[in-house]
C-alpha cells in the first residue's frame, strides 16, 4: 500500500499517464475500478482505442484520488452539473478537487484547492487554423496572425488549452463564448487573461500556466484565488501501476 499524500496549500499536482500499446491485462485491471455507469459509457465507443483511452483515463482518475485519502479506487463515486463537469459526490475529498483531461495518448488529472481547470493537446497534430475568427478574440486572432508561419500551430493550442482550462474551472463549459476572453502571451509573469461583455470575472484572481509534460503534449492549468507562491508538481504514472493503490 503506497503512502497517503498529503496537498501543501503552497502547491497542485499535476498527475500524467501515458500509453501508446496497453495489454489486455492492463485493461482488465482499469476496466474493473469502474462503476456501473463508466463500464456502460465505455461499451458506447465503436473504436477500442477511444474505449481503451477512456477507460484507462478514467481508471487513473480514481487512483489519483486515492493517493490523497483512505479510499479504494473504485469506492469514489461523482456527479456532475448540467454542462459535464465531474465532482467528487462520497466519500468525502475534503477540501481538495480535481480535473481530468485526456487527447491522444495521454491523460492529466490537476488535483489542487479551490476552483481549478486542466486542458492538454497533442501539439503535433495539424492545427484547425481556419476556426480561429470562430472561437478566438480579434486581440488573440491579430496576436496570432503576426506570428511566423511556422510557429501559429503552437500559438493556436496555447491560446486553446488556456481557453478550455478556463472554461472547465469555471464549470459552465461551452455556455461560455470563447471570443469573450482573452489571453496575452507575452506578459513576464505567464499568460494573463481579460474579459469582455457578457463574461462577468476578475482577471486578478485567475493564475495560468502552460506546461510541457511530453515533448508532444502541451498542458494548460487554471486556478483561481491560488496563493501567488504557489507552485505546479508534475508527477508521472504508468499504467501497469493502478493495481497496485488500494486503500481501505
Same mark, same amino acid.
Given at each position: 500500500? %503506497? &503512502?497517503?499524500?498529503?496537498?501543501?496549500?503552497?502547491?497542485?499536482?499535476?498527475?500524467?499517464?501515458?500509453?501508446?500499446?496497453?495489454?489486455?491485462?492492463?485493461? %482488465? *485491471?482499469?476496466?474493473?475500478?469502474?462503476?456501473?455507469?463508466?463500464?456502460?459509457?465505455?461499451?458506447?465507443?465503436?473504436?477500442?482505442?477511444?474505449?481503451?483511452?477512456?477507460? *484507462?483515463?478514467?481508471?487513473?482518475?480514481?487512483?489519483?484520488?486515492?493517493?490523497?485519502?483512505?479510499?479504494?479506487?473504485?469506492?469514489?463515486?461523482?456527479? &456532475?452539473?448540467?454542462?459535464?463537469? $465531474?465532482?467528487?459526490?462520497?466519500?468525502? #475529498?475534503?477540501?481538495?478537487?480535481?480535473?481530468?483531461?485526456?487527447?491522444?495518448?495521454?491523460?492529466?488529472c490537476l488535483v489542487g484547492r479551490?476552483?481549478?481547470?486542466? /486542458?492538454? %493537446?497533442?501539439?503535433? =497534430?495539424?492545427?484547425?487554423? /481556419?476556426?480561429?475568427?470562430?472561437?478566438?478574440?480579434?486581440?488573440?486572432?491579430?496576436?496570432?496572425?503576426?506570428?511566423?508561419?511556422?510557429? =501559429?500551430?503552437?500559438?493556436?493550442?496555447?491560446?486553446?488549452?488556456?481557453?478550455? @482550462?478556463?472554461i472547465k474551472a469555471r464549470r459552465?463549459?461551452?455556455?461560455?463564448?470563447?471570443?469573450?476572453?482573452?489571453? /496575452?502571451?507575452? @506578459?513576464?509573469?505567464?499568460?494573463?487573461?481579460?474579459?469582455?461583455?457578457? *463574461? %462577468?470575472? /476578475?482577471?486578478?484572481?485567475?493564475? #495560468?500556466?502552460?506546461?510541457? $509534460?511530453? &515533448?508532444?503534449?502541451?498542458?494548460?492549468?487554471?486556478?483561481?484565488?491560488?496563493? $501567488?507562491?504557489?507552485?505546479?508538481?508534475?508527477?508521472?504514472?504508468?499504467?501497469?501501476?493502478?493495481? &497496485?493503490?488500494?486503500?481501505?
Amino acid at each position: 500500500m %503506497e &503512502t497517503q499524500l498529503a496537498l501543501p496549500h503552497n502547491e497542485a499536482h499535476l498527475w500524467f499517464v501515458q500509453w501508446d500499446e496497453v495489454t489486455p491485462l492492463y485493461i %482488465e *485491471i482499469c476496466y474493473n475500478l469502474l462503476n456501473d455507469d463508466e463500464r456502460e459509457r465505455a461499451a458506447h465507443f465503436v473504436f477500442e482505442a477511444h474505449r481503451n483511452a477512456f477507460i *484507462i483515463a478514467h481508471a487513473f482518475v480514481r487512483v489519483t484520488l486515492s493517493r490523497y485519502a483512505a479510499v479504494a479506487p473504485s469506492a469514489w463515486s461523482f456527479a &456532475t452539473n448540467n454542462y459535464g463537469r $465531474p465532482r467528487v459526490c462520497q466519500p468525502s #475529498f475534503g477540501d481538495l478537487d480535481f480535473n481530468l483531461a485526456h487527447s491522444d495518448g495521454i491523460a492529466v488529472c490537476l488535483v489542487g484547492r479551490g476552483i481549478i481547470g486542466i /486542458d492538454v %493537446e497533442d501539439v503535433f =497534430r495539424r492545427a484547425p487554423l /481556419d476556426v480561429v475568427n470562430q472561437y478566438f478574440s480579434a486581440i488573440e486572432v491579430e496576436s496570432l496572425m503576426q506570428q511566423p508561419i511556422e510557429m =501559429r500551430p503552437r500559438r493556436f493550442y496555447e491560446y486553446w488549452t488556456l481557453k478550455e @482550462s478556463y472554461i472547465k474551472a469555471r464549470r459552465l463549459g461551452l455556455s461560455l463564448p470563447l471570443d469573450r476572453f482573452a489571453f /496575452d502571451l507575452d @506578459s513576464k509573469r505567464g499568460p494573463r487573461i481579460s474579459f469582455l461583455p457578457p *463574461i %462577468e470575472d /476578475d482577471a486578478g484572481r485567475w493564475q #495560468f500556466t502552460l506546461l510541457t $509534460p511530453t &515533448t508532444h503534449h502541451l498542458v494548460a492549468a487554471a486556478l483561481r484565488d491560488a496563493l $501567488p507562491d504557489l507552485r505546479i508538481v508534475t508527477r508521472e504514472v504508468a499504467p501497469s501501476s493502478f493495481g &497496485t493503490v488500494k486503500r481501505t
